[in-house]
């Protein structure tokens, strides 16, 4: 959901940067995009190895709530996100989300891209214990769709998107709009890499934005 149909991750790494910053550690823009969509626990132990697990802890609760209070109220959809997912549901395809956003941003984000319609199953951060590259979500995701993972195709934005789905042998997509580049993503194990939502309706509707 995040960076792949909400424009949001130059927002969530701004969020991070500010609350980092705030607590006395100077973490550059360019290491927090290199771990952007990866596990927060994860993430944090990389950047801060010598700091107390309760601090971190501390750090991922203030950078949520700093999020939301200053950031997500902002977020926009990517273009086109609703004709893509429109699209995909009149040719017989379902859809389902996983991300690893708290259920209370998902819900936000699905009201600001009005595709919740367009949704068969979701499965968000409060489902599991550990975020991507772990596979959790993504076997939620298929659980829900109630469909093996050479039935299923998914689409991600970042490396850690694809490092879990190949764990279920789950083919993969990926786009740019989450910052990473093209040999980041297909270095993780995207099959394909796509620049926008336009380019992933013509490649599944050829149906031209």
Same mark, same amino acid.
């Given at each position: 959901?995040?960076?792949?149909?909400?424009?949001?991750?130059?927002?969530?790494?701004?969020?991070?940067?500010?609350?980092?910053?705030?607590?006395?550690?100077?973490?550059?823009?360019?290491?927090?995009?290199?771990?952007? =969509?990866?596990? #927060?626990?994860?993430?944090?132990?990389?950047? +801060?190895?010598?700091?107390?697990?309760? /601090?971190?802890? &501390? !750090? @991922?609760?203030?950078?949520?709530?700093?999020?939301?209070?200053?950031?997500? =109220?902002?977020? #926009?959809?990517?273009?086109?996100?609703?004709? +893509?997912?429109?699209?995909?549901?009149? /040719?017989?395809? &379902? !859809? @389902?989300?996983?991300?690893?956003?708290?259920?209370?941003?998902?819900?936000?984000?699905?009201?600001?891209?009005?595709?919740?319609?367009?949704?068969?199953?979701?499965?968000?951060?409060?489902?599991?214990? &550990?975020?991507?590259?772990?596979?959790?979500?993504?076997?939620?995701?298929?659980?829900?769709?109630?469909?093996?993972?050479?039935?299923?195709?998914?689409?991600?934005?970042?490396?850690?998107?694809?490092?879990?789905?190949?764990?279920?042998?789950?083919?993969?997509?990926?786009?740019?709009?989450?910052?990473?580049?093209?040999?980041?993503?297909?270095?993780?194990?995207?099959?394909?890499?796509?620049?926008?939502?336009?380019?992933?309706?013509?490649?599944?509707?050829?149906?031209?934005?």
């Amino acid at each position: 959901m995040e960076g792949t149909l909400i424009d949001c991750v130059p927002a969530i790494l701004d969020s991070w940067h500010d609350v980092l910053g705030a607590s006395g550690f100077e973490v550059s823009r360019s290491d927090l995009q290199r771990l952007s =969509g990866r596990d #927060t626990d994860q993430m944090l132990e990389q950047l +801060l190895p010598k700091t107390p697990a309760a /601090t971190r802890q &501390r !750090v @991922a609760d203030e950078q949520g709530q700093h999020y939301r209070a200053r950031y997500l =109220g902002n977020v #926009t959809a990517v273009y086109g996100v609703r004709d +893509l997912l429109a699209e995909l549901r009149e /040719t017989g395809k &379902r !859809v @389902a989300l996983a991300t690893s956003c708290q259920r209370d941003e998902l819900d936000h984000y699905l009201a600001v891209a009005r595709c919740g319609d367009l949704i068969d199953h979701s499965a968000c951060g409060d489902d599991v214990r &550990r975020g991507k590259p772990h596979p959790g979500l993504l076997w939620l995701a298929l659980y829900g769709l109630h469909l093996p993972p050479a039935a299923a195709v998914a689409i991600g934005d970042s490396p850690y998107d694809a490092k879990a789905a190949a764990q279920l042998h789950l083919p993969t997509l990926g786009v740019l709009t989450g910052g990473f580049s093209a040999a980041d993503l297909l270095g993780s194990g995207c099959t394909e890499v796509l620049a926008t939502v336009s380019d992933l309706r013509r490649h599944f509707t050829g149906i031209l934005p």
